[in-house]
């Protein structure tokens, strides 16, 4: 039997319907249409063309993108795609996503614009904003530099305003203060948002935003006093090389006062600092902002990889043929659905947690904007703490998918090494994946020290108040199905993630010196920060099978006993059972067209191996028979050889 007939003998074993569950996974039937039309107007458009870019050099690669780029605004312009002039709006968000090509325009989009909306007063909005918005100026966000990332408080950029002129001097005292890794930078951005040291009259006033221009917008040469390029080839071949991630430096450069964001404290003409009335964690803000999208995101990327595993998993065949009838499809060993279904229900998972994290910004910026900051801490621990479970399970999940797929996912045209490479620096920008999640330990830890006062936990943290009932609970579970219940499941998450948390905040009150205590217990703090962060995806979706992975903490918390453990696992194979026939329908579900999947493994047709036999004569290997260099190389060693023989 062809791969073709396999996955349509796949597709008549589904259980439910599929076109449903494709407006599930969109989130609605208009997000659904629009997804599918942009999808195929991107599919059918030459110049999105992307099987080619493995074989692409740097210079090459660039270029292409910065083709993709212009001639996706035009196709927005064109289309009316959104509105007037904004490429915020929903339809030029997707256009972005399925030309799936990271280029300068995510920052410009993604970060510059929100750091202005978000950091700018209203008067430096109606100034930029325009602008922006129409592209006449190309923005990114410059805050890393060379010597600190993760420590934004540890920036070394100075703005030092002169009062004589009314202008802050951008300056970068040391060669660690270079600014270093921002997206869009090296050979694009005409403008940044810099965060600098904000001086006046010899004091430091710690780290604040500055729009500054750093290119003519003549002949995009870098003004006096900028030094500005790319810093090199990064991890994979095409993948993020697509981007070019820039240095910086300032030699007292000169901008006008009124190009400090506002929003927050302002300097007046006198040179006098003012603090508004907010928290000055809103400097952050649009870190939070892109944090957030990157949890929704998560699921994209995962559900990519783990539709090319199970198609191809429904197509491959080993072992257990007999009397010459067919092998077994790969898909039907237990060991491949332990690997593979858990994976299809994180994507699932992220998919909602992602929505309900939307839900979550929306109602926070709402509060924001009518000066009701109680929802921040929580606001920033959800944002940092999914940010960081999604994008580690992500990126781990696209490897494994490889893995699943055996030797053919390691080539490129299995699409899996591009897309683990595009997406494992999830894990480390808009915040290292550990030093996020000791900011959400932080934050549980303070909420437990608090209960003692009187403090209701509210939000995430609301199961804390019943940490007396969670102290002493133990799962009543006797049979495997007992698992299959949603409350015995979310019991057993939040009385793990209480004792854990509870176990650090007893700790650390061990230590005199509270630092000391958390520098001391930061792995036990991590874990307990994670067991959190499972409990907010698994109270809006699933679990077994993390029950199953972190059996070790609900074992020695207390939570179940190993004869319960024993039975979730019992279940989680039923599970698998029921899903098995649905798999393919499930990712079918996600209404990837092969253009944006970018993988003969993971094709619809599951035509896998004339594909992947007619792909790999298009190598440019292949282009002659016999290879270049073998005069000069090949031909000389072994005419050694025959000489060697002679003698
Ligand atoms: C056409 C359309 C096309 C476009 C696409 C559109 C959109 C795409 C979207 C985005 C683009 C996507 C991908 C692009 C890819 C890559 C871009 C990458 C960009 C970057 O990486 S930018 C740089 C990111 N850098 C970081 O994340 C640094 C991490 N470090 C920090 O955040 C802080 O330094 C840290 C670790 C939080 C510590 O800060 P600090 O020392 O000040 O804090 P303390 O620990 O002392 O805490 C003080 C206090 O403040 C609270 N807090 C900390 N952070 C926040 C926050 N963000 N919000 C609110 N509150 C915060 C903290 O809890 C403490 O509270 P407490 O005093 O305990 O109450
Ligand atoms: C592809 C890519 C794109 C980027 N784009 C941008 C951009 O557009 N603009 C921009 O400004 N920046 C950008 N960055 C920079 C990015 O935000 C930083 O690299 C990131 O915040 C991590 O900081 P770092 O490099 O200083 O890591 P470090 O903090 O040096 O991390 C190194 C190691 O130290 C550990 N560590 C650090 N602090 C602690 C701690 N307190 N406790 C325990 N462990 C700790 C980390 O876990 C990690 O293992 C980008 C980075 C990448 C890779």
């Excluded at 212009?70 to 030309?99: D, M, N, Q, T």
């Excluded at 067919?326 to 858990?342: A, C, G, H, N």
């Excluded at 409990?535 to 319960?564: E, M, R, W």
Aim: aromatic share 10%.
């Amino acid at each position: 039997m062809e791969g073709v007939d396999h996955l349509a003998f796949e597709r008549n074993k589904a259980q439910f319907d599929v076109d449903e569950m494709k407006i599930v996974w969109a989130g609605s039937r208009e997000d659904f249409e629009l997804s599918d039309r942009i999808s195929r107007l991107v599919a059918s458009d030459p110049v999105f063309r992307k099987d080619d870019r493995a074989a692409l050099g740097r210079k090459e690669l660039f270029k292409n993108t910065l083709r993709k780029a212009a001639h996706a605004w035009k196709r927005v312009i064109e289309l009316r795609l959104s509105g007037e002039f904004s490429a915020l709006e929903p339809e030029a968000y997707k256009l972005r996503a399925f030309v799936d090509q990271p280029a300068f325009t995510d920052l410009h989009w993604g970060m510059f614009v929100p750091a202005i909306q978000g950091q700018g007063t209203d008067e430096q909005q109606q100034k930029w904003l325009p602008l922006a918005y129409r592209m006449q100026i190309i923005g990114c966000y410059a805050q890393t530099e060379l010597g600190h990332g993760s420590n934004v408080q540890g920036l070394e950029t100075t703005a030092t305003f002169d009062p004589k002129t009314d202008e802050f001097v951008i300056h970068s005292p040391t060669l660690t203060s270079s600014k270093w890794w921002p997206g869009g930078l090296g050979k694009v951005s005409t403008h940044a948002v810099v965060y600098a040291r904000l001086i006046i009259d010899g004091q430091d006033y710690g780290v604040h935003g500055f729009i500054v221009q750093l290119r003519s917008l003549d002949d995009h040469l870098p003004l006096p006093g900028i030094t500005i390029g790319d810093i090199g080839m990064k991890f994979g071949n095409a993948a993020y090389n697509t981007m070019d991630n820039g240095v910086l430096t300032f030699d007292h450069v000169r901008i006008p006062r009124n190009q400090m964001l506002m929003r927050v404290s302002q300097v007046t003409r006198e040179g006098k600092y003012v603090h508004s009335n907010v928290p000055r964690q809103l400097v952050y803000g649009t870190m939070v902002y892109v944090r957030q999208k990157i949890v929704a995101d998560a699921s994209v990327a995962l559900s990519r990889a783990v539709c090319i595993a199970t198609r191809y998993s429904a197509v491959r065949r080993q072992f257990g043929s007999h009397n010459g009838g067919l092998e077994t499809q790969v898909i039907d060993y237990k060991t491949q659905q332990s690997r593979l279904f858990p994976l299809l229900a994180s994507a699932y998972a992220f998919r909602f947690v992602g929505e309900w994290l939307l839900w979550l910004y929306t109602d926070v910026t709402e509060r924001l904007k009518a000066k009701d900051f109680s929802t921040l801490p929580e606001a920033h621990a959800c944002t940092a703490g999914l940010k960081s479970l999604t994008t580690t399970a992500t990126a781990d999940g696209i490897e494994e998918c490889r893995k699943l797929c055996g030797g053919h996912g390691y080539l490129c045209s299995s699409g899996l090494p591009e897309l683990f490479a595009v997406y494992v620096p999830a894990c480390t920008y808009e915040g290292d994946n550990i030093v996020l999640l000791l900011q959400v330990a932080r934050h549980l830890v303070k909420t437990v020290s608090q209960l003692s006062t009187g403090n209701k936990p509210v939000g995430t943290t609301a199961y804390m108040a019943r940490l007396e009932q969670l102290l002493q609970y133990h799962s009543d579970v006797k049979k495997a199905e007992d698992w299959l219940k949603p409350n015995v499941v979310l019991e057993a998450f939040e009385a793990r993630a209480a004792r854990m948390c509870v176990a650090c905040a007893q700790n650390l009150s061990k230590f005199s010196n509270p630092e000391e205590g958390f520098q001391e217990l930061a792995a036990d703090l991590v874990e307990a920060a994670v067991a959190h962060c499972q409990l907010i995806v698994v109270s809006n979706v699933y679990a077994l099978s993390l029950l199953h992975k972190h059996l070790g903490d609900f074992i020695s918390t207390g939570c179940i006993d190993p004869k319960q453990g024993s039975l979730a696992n019992e279940q989680l194979r039923n599970l698998y059972s029921q899903v098995r026939p649905n798999a393919v329908a499930l990712v079918d579900a996600y209404n990837y067209t092969d253009h944006y999947l970018g993988s003969i493994l993971g094709r619809y047709d599951g035509n896998v191996y004339p594909k992947l036999y007619e792909e790999a004569w298009k190598d440019p290997l292949n282009d002659s028979i016999v290879p270049d260099g073998f005069k000069e190389y090949i031909q000389p060693l072994l005419k050694q050889q025959l000489r060697n023989a002679r003698l």
